[in-house]
Every structure is written in structure tokens, then in C-alpha cells.
């Protein structure tokens, strides 16, 4: 995990670090302590504990410039953040907790540590199959796990998640390790879907096909481009980053499973803290990040708006429109201990 850091406007660097040196000396602070820091509305500073960490500082100047609130975050793992703020309990200096998993969010949220919030912004920005049923967590952008290929050497790329465990691609295959939660979150979808014993075979003929993990989407990328696979499975915003840099990238992938269910897609979440100092602080940059701060937010990381009024950026547009497997999200971490179960009982690594 990172030090903290702070988004704010250069001039006032050193007075930010300071305030924020002061904030951790005093963790633990309460209630009326956030309100000396802040004003009624919820100003002076949020404090961000962030697993989703792509163009992040740019998006949090943006919301300071804005209104006038710092922003201090600090960046790490979903798992690590979520222990952490249980670890924390009352003592957290954690205003909002940002995740790029939606499991990893419902998990937080099931141990207490989040606070439910009644929004009117938020629940006309945020669909409801994008946010939890108890709005004590909002989903901010969707993010696309989809089948890549080789533009080179693959004419027949499978067009479903479990047509990735076809004997042809063995030795042709390259996967996230079962430790990362996109990997989890993908395999919960397909329990949700399939049942049990229909994902476990899914994923056991996946192992079959003798992958190359990788544990890393860009690597995974660019492992397709270097021939040490021809097939993988991926975010699709990586993708827009390298054609970004170089639009011959030579990778594509297909929307899977069209006929069916959909493609497998997660979140970007944000969720106000249940122990954090300042509430109404993180409450106005969570309403913001859904509203004003929407379309850059998305932006930042060639992300799918989470808010439908919104157009993603030009590149993602490009990729035209999709079927995705909205049913499974809001159930991907009541799923994610099943899923663990099932990459550990067929040897993923
Ligand atoms: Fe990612």
C-alpha cells in the first residue's frame, strides 16, 4: 500500500500536507472534531482509501477545483482496504471507500464498516442494478471482462466464456491468477448463471488448456502481442489505453456469451464509510463522482458511464454496444467464496 497522497492545487501543497499530517495525529478524531474541520455541507477534506487508481488524482483535483474540499487518498488492494477498514473500526480515518470490484465492496459493506445513504442525486444518476439495494454502496462505471485474441493468429476466437476451455487453445491461453478479484468475481458470474458443477467444469477445462497466468491485464495484453498467447481474458479498458499509444495494437476481443446472458461486468464502486470523520464531505464527492464528476471519472480509464445519460469516451464508443450480465452483479460477493472454493478444487493458479 501507497502512502497518502493529495490531490490538490499546487499553491497549496504544503498546507494540504499539513492538515493532513495533523488528521492522522488525530486519528480516532469524532464526530464534532470532522465538524471543526469542515462546514455544515461538508467541506475542509475527505479522505479516500482507493482500489481503483487509473487517472484518480486528476478527478480529485477536478472536485477540489470545484469545491473547494481536498481530497487525501491513499491506494491498495480492494481485499487489503476493505481488512484495513474493518481493522480500523471507529478509529478510521476513511472517509470513502472506492473499489474496482463489486464483490469487494458488497463484502465491506456486509462487515459493517459502510454507511447507508439516502440520495436523491445519487439513485437518479446510478440505476438500480448498479447499486446496492441498501444504497450503502453506488457503483460509479461498469468495467467489461471480455475474450481477447490475437489479430494475428486468431480468425475463430471463442465467442463465450466457457468456449475459452476448448482443447484448441491449449497451450494458446494466458489468465489472471485465481487470487486477483476479477478472476473471483468472473468465476462467481458463472456459478450464478451455470450452477456449481456447470462453473467448475467451465473452469476446469480453462486449466486444462494449461495457461500462462499473468497477473496483470496490460502484461496479459501485451503477452498476446509478443505470441506467448494467442486467447486470454481481460478488461476491455486496458485495451483502450494501448490502442491509445498505438491504435495497430495487435489485440482485439469479442462481446461473449450475446445469445445468453451477456458479457461478465463489474464496478467501479464508491461507498461512504460507516466510522469515517467526515460523511458529509465523502457524501458530496460520491454525489459528485456520479454527477459532475461523471463523465471524467468514466473517462479516466476508458470505463462504461454508470449513469446511461453519459457517453463513454470516443474509443469506447467505438467498440459499439454490448448485452451484459446484469443479473449477476449485485450478487458477485455473496458468490465470491464459492468461487474461491472452485478455482482452489480445480487447480487454478
Ligand atoms: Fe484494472
Same mark, same amino acid.
Given at each position: 500500500?501507497?502512502?497518502?497522497?493529495?490531490?490538490? #492545487?499546487?499553491?497549496?501543497?504544503?498546507?494540504?500536507?499539513?492538515?493532513?499530517?495533523?488528521?492522522?495525529?488525530?486519528?480516532?478524531? &469524532?464526530?464534532?472534531?470532522?465538524?471543526? #474541520?469542515?462546514?455544515?455541507?461538508?467541506?475542509?477534506? =475527505?479522505?479516500?482509501?482507493?482500489?481503483?487508481? !487509473?487517472?484518480?488524482?486528476?478527478?480529485?483535483?477536478?472536485?477540489?477545483?470545484?469545491?473547494?474540499?481536498?481530497?487525501?487518498?491513499?491506494?491498495?488492494?480492494?481485499?487489503?482496504?476493505?481488512?484495513? +477498514? @474493518?481493522?480500523?473500526?471507529?478509529?478510521?480515518?476513511?472517509? $470513502?471507500?472506492?473499489?474496482?470490484?463489486?464483490?469487494? @465492496?458488497? +463484502?465491506?459493506?456486509?462487515?459493517?464498516?459502510?454507511?447507508?445513504?439516502? &440520495?436523491?442525486?445519487?439513485?437518479?444518476?446510478?440505476?438500480?442494478?448498479?447499486?446496492?439495494? %441498501?444504497?450503502?454502496?453506488?457503483?460509479?462505471?461498469?468495467?467489461?471482462?471480455?475474450?481477447?485474441?490475437?489479430?494475428?493468429?486468431?480468425?475463430?476466437? /471463442?465467442?463465450?466464456?466457457?468456449?475459452?476451455?476448448? /482443447?484448441?487453445?491449449?497451450?494458446?491461453?494466458?489468465?489472471?491468477?485465481?487470487?486477483?478479484? !476479477?478472476?473471483?468475481?468472473?468465476?462467481? &458470474?458463472?456459478?450464478?448463471?451455470?450452477?456449481?458443477?456447470?462453473?467448475?467444469?467451465?473452469?476446469?477445462?480453462? @486449466?486444462?488448456?494449461?495457461?500462462?497466468?499473468?497477473?496483470?491485464?496490460?502484461?496479459?495484453?501485451?503477452?498476446?502481442?509478443?505470441?506467448?498467447?494467442?486467447?486470454?481474458?481481460?478488461?476491455? !479498458?486496458? $485495451?483502450?489505453?494501448?490502442?491509445?499509444? %498505438?491504435?495497430?495494437?495487435?489485440?482485439?476481443?469479442?462481446?461473449?456469451? #450475446?445469445?445468453?446472458?451477456?458479457?461478465?461486468?463489474?464496478?467501479?464502486?464508491?461507498?461512504?464509510?460507516?466510522?469515517?470523520?467526515? #460523511?458529509?464531505?465523502? *457524501?458530496?464527492?460520491?454525489?459528485?463522482?456520479?454527477?459532475?464528476? *461523471? *463523465?471524467?471519472? &468514466? %473517462?479516466?480509464?476508458?470505463?462504461? /458511464?454508470?449513469?446511461?445519460?453519459?457517453?463513454?469516451?470516443?474509443? =469506447?464508443?467505438?467498440?459499439?454496444?454490448?448485452?451484459?450480465?446484469?443479473?449477476?452483479?449485485?450478487?458477485?460477493?455473496?458468490? *465470491?467464496?464459492?468461487?474461491?472454493?472452485?478455482?482452489?478444487?480445480?487447480?487454478?493458479?
Amino acid at each position: 500500500m501507497t502512502n497518502y497522497k493529495v490531490a490538490s #492545487q499546487v499553491a497549496r501543497g504544503l498546507l494540504t500536507l499539513s492538515l493532513a499530517a495533523t488528521v492522522l495525529s488525530a486519528c480516532g478524531s &469524532s464526530d464534532e472534531d470532522a465538524a471543526d #474541520q469542515g462546514d455544515a455541507i461538508g467541506g475542509g477534506q =475527505v479522505t479516500v482509501y482507493t482500489g481503483r487508481h !487509473y487517472g484518480i488524482e486528476e478527478v480529485f483535483e477536478q472536485f477540489t477545483t470545484d469545491t473547494g474540499i481536498e481530497v487525501r487518498f491513499t491506494t491498495g488492494k480492494d481485499p487489503e482496504l476493505r481488512e484495513r +477498514l @474493518v481493522e480500523e473500526g471507529a478509529n478510521t480515518p476513511a472517509d $470513502l471507500l472506492m473499489t474496482a470490484d463489486a464483490a469487494n @465492496v458488497e +463484502l465491506a459493506a456486509e462487515a459493517g464498516v459502510l454507511k447507508e445513504i439516502d &440520495s436523491p442525486a445519487l439513485e437518479a444518476a446510478i440505476p438500480a442494478s448498479l447499486r446496492s439495494a %441498501d444504497n450503502n454502496w453506488f457503483g460509479l462505471s461498469r468495467r467489461a471482462r471480455v475474450v481477447v485474441a490475437s489479430t494475428e493468429r486468431v480468425d475463430d476466437p /471463442p465467442t463465450t466464456y466457457e468456449e475459452v476451455g476448448d /482443447p484448441k487453445w491449449k497451450g494458446r491461453l494466458c489468465l489472471r491468477p485465481s487470487t486477483h478479484p !476479477y478472476t473471483q468475481s468472473l468465476v462467481a &458470474s458463472l456459478i450464478i448463471a451455470n450452477g456449481n458443477a456447470a462453473a467448475t467444469e467451465t473452469v476446469a477445462s480453462w @486449466v486444462a488448456n494449461d495457461p500462462l497466468y499473468i497477473d496483470s491485464d496490460t502484461d496479459i495484453y501485451e503477452a498476446i502481442a509478443a505470441g506467448d498467447c494467442d486467447v486470454a481474458l481481460a478488461n476491455t !479498458y486496458y $485495451l483502450g489505453r494501448l490502442l491509445e499509444e %498505438d491504435p495497430e495494437f495487435p489485440a482485439a476481443f469479442s462481446w461473449p456469451n #450475446q445469445d445468453e446472458r451477456g458479457a461478465h461486468v463489474n464496478l467501479s464502486t464508491a461507498a461512504v464509510t460507516a466510522n469515517g470523520p467526515n #460523511q458529509k464531505g465523502a *457524501q458530496r464527492l460520491l454525489e459528485w463522482l456520479a454527477t459532475d464528476g *461523471q *463523465q471524467a471519472f &468514466s %473517462d479516466a480509464n476508458f470505463e462504461y /458511464p454508470a449513469d446511461p445519460s453519459v457517453d463513454p469516451a470516443e474509443i =469506447v464508443g467505438s467498440w459499439g454496444t454490448f448485452k451484459s450480465d446484469l443479473d449477476a452483479i449485485l450478487q458477485l460477493g455473496e458468490f *465470491q467464496p464459492d468461487a474461491v472454493k472452485v478455482l482452489s478444487a480445480t487447480g487454478y493458479e
